[in-house]
């Protein structure tokens, strides 16, 4: 609510220099003014004069800037025997007003790091807090009292705004008067291998075996130090900033390997195969997210070899070498990589946290890998999962897979689930009319991999009560590695005991099994309920990209997409197709064209077909 305050006061009291002056009334920053000017001092250059001085009052009664006041009207105005009286109208112009301000700021490097003091704003207005005009001898006051070097500020461009803000009667903020060089950074420190990392780099599944093995006194792997950067900068204080040196991390070498003196070379201590882990933080770039590692732990484990043509349970945490073809109702679960040299029938399981990688035919069975799981040879009636890349070779039918991108040679009949990409050379037509269906997006992929690790675990779960129930539960879950032969002595004599004669070795090597396997199957647990949590975290944070899928040959047989709640069916066509969606999450479909390559043999093949009607003629 506004209050209105009505005063009248003798002009005595008010204006002691004039007698005929009179404020009338005050209403908040407007003032009426009754004046009377003598007939003898009624000229236009006097009266301009009592005006001045009317400003010049109400600024000292008032306490407000003389500057600000200003003459609204003049009202009521006659002709009397005391001279012109009139009644004037003042009024307060409003204005910017405050204390001017400099604020130091840091800048971010390409990779993210903030460097302090790089910038200078200053805010600065029309009337300072003493109600002054703002000078410029002020506004260098400042500057110099934020520490900023004169000689990085762009004087030119402060005197044109302090120009523009007296004329204007304004104000300005966040101008940027100074702004430091910030420096060069300098090559980040990078690893160089002697072993393959990445199955995708290798001409094949054999090559990539081959090159996972190393022999005792291999380098595994050398570091290249970080290098500094070669120009420095300047904050604005015009202090020098030496350039930044490039990220760096620190190389580890455990179990199996050794790391020389100078931290820079990692040998192999035993053959076996090299496993690296990465401790990685996320950064935040110009460029946007990135990950870099903090620490790489880089170790030797021992291949497991194990033959294909006998029937085997196990749980591991080394690496997995399977000669021959597994045998149905096989079962192999591992810490580390799974290598199968020949194929694998129905009714195999195998569940790997790294790699899996089969050579020859897949006649069924469920395959699972937290990573990558890779296909030589043709695949039927399989069950697989992968939390990375799934790369089939050759023909895969029947068959259910998993996978963030998954890249088929050719495929018919089978439904293909994927967290962002798929590609396909070829489509074929199933004898038996079954479709291939293809869905895409990560909310489900995540989905689907979560309910996977929940039925490892109840399977898990249901083993280690099995392996409760023969051994005891209380001895078990004491067990420690260097107790597995006692407890199974003890057990062997138990089972004398109550009357079982002749124990083979056969047997004898199945209870050791199912001893050493109890922790590594405990620590599976941990590690897919952690993966879980994971996953759960992930579907929650990350939203559905645009997905793509990729036919790159001409389609056999009709294959059915499905993206959320959209779906499309792309239809035989002589071209390869490309699938995507737009922002509304409706699919798009687009023509292929062939590649030079597909374009010369057609030719090539027209060619020949020409040539063969003009022989028979």
Same mark, same amino acid.
């Given at each position: 609510?506004?209050?209105?305050?009505?005063?009248?006061?003798?002009?005595?009291?008010?204006?002691?220099?004039?007698?005929?002056?009179?404020?009338?009334?005050?209403?908040?920053?407007?003032?009426?003014?009754?004046?009377?000017?003598?007939?003898?001092?009624?000229?236009?250059?006097?009266?301009?004069?009592?005006?001045?001085?009317?400003?010049?009052?109400?600024?000292?009664?008032?306490?407000?800037?003389?500057?600000?006041?200003?003459?609204?009207?003049?009202?009521?105005?006659?002709?009397?025997?005391?001279?012109?009286?009139?009644?004037?109208?003042?009024?307060?112009?409003?204005?910017?007003?405050?204390?001017?301000?400099?604020?130091?700021?840091?800048?971010?490097?390409?990779?993210?790091?903030?460097?302090?003091?790089?910038?200078?704003?200053?805010?600065?207005?029309?009337?300072?807090?003493?109600?002054?005009?703002?000078?410029?001898?002020?506004?260098?006051?400042?500057?110099?009292?934020?520490?900023?070097?004169?000689?990085?500020?762009?004087?030119?461009?402060?005197?044109?705004?302090?120009?523009?803000?007296?004329?204007?009667?304004?104000?300005?903020?966040?101008?940027?008067?100074?702004?430091?060089?910030?420096?060069?950074?300098?090559?980040?420190?990078?690893?160089?291998?002697?072993?393959?990392?990445?199955?995708?780099?290798? #001409?094949?599944?054999?090559?990539?075996?081959?090159?996972?093995?190393?022999?005792?006194?291999?380098?595994?792997?050398?570091?290249?130090?970080?290098?500094?950067?070669?120009?420095?900068?300047?904050?604005?204080?015009?202090?020098?900033?030496?350039?930044?040196?490039?990220?760096?991390?620190?190389?580890?070498?455990?179990?199996?390997?050794?790391?020389?003196?100078?931290?820079?070379?990692?040998?192999?201590?035993?053959?076996?195969?090299?496993?690296?882990?990465?401790?990685?933080?996320?950064?935040?770039?110009?460029?946007?997210?990135?990950?870099?590692?903090?620490?790489?732990?880089?170790?030797?484990?021992?291949?497991?070899?194990?033959?294909?043509?006998?029937?085997?349970?196990?749980?591991?945490?080394?690496?997995?070498?399977?000669?021959?073809?597994?045998?149905?109702?096989?079962?192999?679960?591992?810490?580390?990589?799974?290598?199968?040299?020949?194929?694998?029938?129905?009714?195999?399981?195998?569940?790997?946290?790294?790699?899996?990688?089969?050579?020859?035919?897949?006649?069924?069975?469920?395959?699972?890998?937290?990573?990558?799981?890779?296909?030589?040879?043709?695949?039927?009636?399989?069950?697989?999962?992968?939390?990375?890349?799934?790369?089939?070779?050759?023909?895969?039918?029947?068959?259910?897979?998993?996978?963030?991108?998954?890249?088929? #040679?050719?495929?018919?009949?089978?439904?293909?689930?994927?967290?962002?990409?798929?590609?396909?050379?070829?489509?074929?037509?199933?004898?038996?009319?079954?479709?291939?269906?293809?869905?895409?997006?990560?909310?489900?992929?995540?989905?689907?991999?979560?309910?996977?690790?929940?039925?490892?675990?109840?399977?898990?779960?249901?083993?280690?009560?099995?392996?409760?129930?023969?051994?005891?539960?209380?001895?078990?879950?004491?067990?420690?590695?260097?107790?597995?032969?006692?407890?199974?002595?003890?057990?062997?004599?138990?089972?004398?005991?109550?009357?079982?004669?002749?124990?083979?070795?056969?047997?004898?090597?199945?209870?050791?099994?199912?001893?050493?396997?109890?922790?590594?199957?405990?620590?599976?647990?941990?590690?897919?309920?952690?993966?879980?949590?994971?996953?759960?975290?992930?579907?929650?944070?990350?939203?559905?990209?645009?997905?793509?899928?990729?036919?790159?040959?001409?389609?056999?047989?009709?294959?059915?997409?499905?993206?959320?709640?959209?779906?499309?069916?792309?239809?035989?066509?002589?071209?390869?197709?490309?699938?995507?969606?737009?922002?509304?999450?409706?699919?798009?479909?687009?023509?292929?064209?062939?590649?030079?390559?597909?374009?010369?043999?057609?030719?090539?093949? #027209?060619?020949?077909?020409?040539?063969?009607?003009?022989?028979?003629?």
């Amino acid at each position: 609510m506004t209050t209105t305050v009505e005063k009248s006061i003798s002009a005595k009291a008010l204006l002691p220099f004039e007698e005929t002056m009179k404020v009338v009334s005050q209403v908040d920053n407007l003032w009426k003014i009754h004046v009377t000017f003598p007939p003898e001092k009624a000229s236009q250059q006097h009266i301009i004069g009592r005006l001045r001085d009317i400003k010049a009052a109400l600024s000292r009664k008032y306490t407000v800037p003389a500057v600000l006041l200003e003459f609204r009207d003049l009202i009521d105005k006659k002709t009397t025997i005391q001279g012109i009286e009139a009644t004037v109208i003042v009024g307060l112009r409003e204005v910017p007003q405050g204390k001017p301000e400099v604020r130091l700021r840091p800048l971010e490097t390409a990779r993210g790091e903030l460097i302090p003091d790089m910038i200078a704003e200053l805010d600065f207005y029309y009337l300072d807090e003493f109600d002054h005009p703002i000078s410029m001898k002020r506004l260098l006051l400042e500057i110099e009292k934020a520490g900023v070097d004169l000689e990085m500020c762009d004087l030119k461009l402060l005197e044109q705004h302090f120009k523009k803000v007296t004329n204007d009667n304004s104000y300005v903020k966040k101008l940027e008067i100074a702004r430091g060089e910030l420096p060069s950074i300098g090559e980040d420190a990078e690893l160089e291998y002697a072993f393959f990392t990445d199955p995708n780099l290798a #001409e094949d599944i054999s090559e990539y075996r081959t090159g996972r093995k190393v022999q005792e006194r291999d380098i595994l792997c050398q570091k290249i130090p970080p290098k500094n950067g070669k120009q420095p900068g300047r904050d604005v204080h015009g202090e020098i900033i030496p350039p930044i040196q490039g990220l760096d991390f620190e190389l580890v070498a455990d179990e199996g390997a050794k790391l020389s003196l100078d931290g820079t070379t990692v040998v192999a201590l035993r053959d076996g195969s090299p496993h690296m882990e990465r401790i990685i933080k996320k950064i935040y770039t110009l460029a946007g997210e990135k990950v870099v590692p903090v620490k790489i732990e880089v170790s030797v484990k021992t291949i497991i070899a194990l033959r294909g043509d006998e029937v085997m349970d196990i749980v591991l945490q080394e690496p997995v070498e399977i000669f021959g073809d597994l045998r149905e109702g096989s079962s192999v679960s591992t810490d580390g990589e799974i290598f199968v040299t020949g194929g694998v029938q129905k009714g195999t399981k195998l569940n790997a946290r790294d790699n899996v990688l089969i050579s020859g035919l897949v006649e069924g069975g469920e395959i699972n890998s937290e990573k990558n799981v890779f296909f030589n040879d043709d695949v039927h009636d399989a069950r697989i999962s992968a939390g990375e890349l799934i790369n089939v070779k050759g023909l895969i039918s029947n068959s259910d897979i998993s996978g963030r991108d998954v890249i088929l #040679e050719e495929v018919e009949g089978s439904t293909i689930q994927a967290g962002r990409k798929v590609t396909i050379q070829k489509v074929k037509s199933s004898s038996d009319g079954r479709r291939t269906k293809i869905k895409v997006g990560r909310q489900d992929f995540y989905s689907r991999r979560m309910e996977l690790n929940k039925q490892d675990i109840t399977t898990i779960e249901a083993n280690l009560d099995q392996i409760r129930r023969i051994f005891g539960g209380d001895v078990i879950e004491q067990l420690n590695e260097g107790q597995y032969h006692h407890v199974l002595v003890q057990h062997i004599k138990k089972l004398s005991r109550t009357g079982v004669r002749q124990i083979d070795n056969k047997t004898i090597e199945s209870y050791r099994r199912l001893l050493e396997s109890f922790r590594p199957m405990r620590k599976v647990i941990d590690e897919k309920s952690e993966e879980i949590k994971h996953l759960r975290v992930r579907s929650k944070k990350e939203k559905d990209s645009r997905p793509i899928i990729i036919f790159r040959e001409k389609m056999q047989a009709p294959v059915d997409i499905v993206s959320g709640d959209k779906k499309t069916t792309v239809e035989t066509s002589d071209t390869g197709k490309a699938v995507t969606t737009d922002k509304d999450g409706n699919f798009k479909q687009y023509d292929m064209k062939p590649s030079s390559k597909q374009k010369q043999r057609e030719n090539e093949l #027209e060619e020949a077909v020409e040539s063969l009607k003009e022989d028979n003629s």
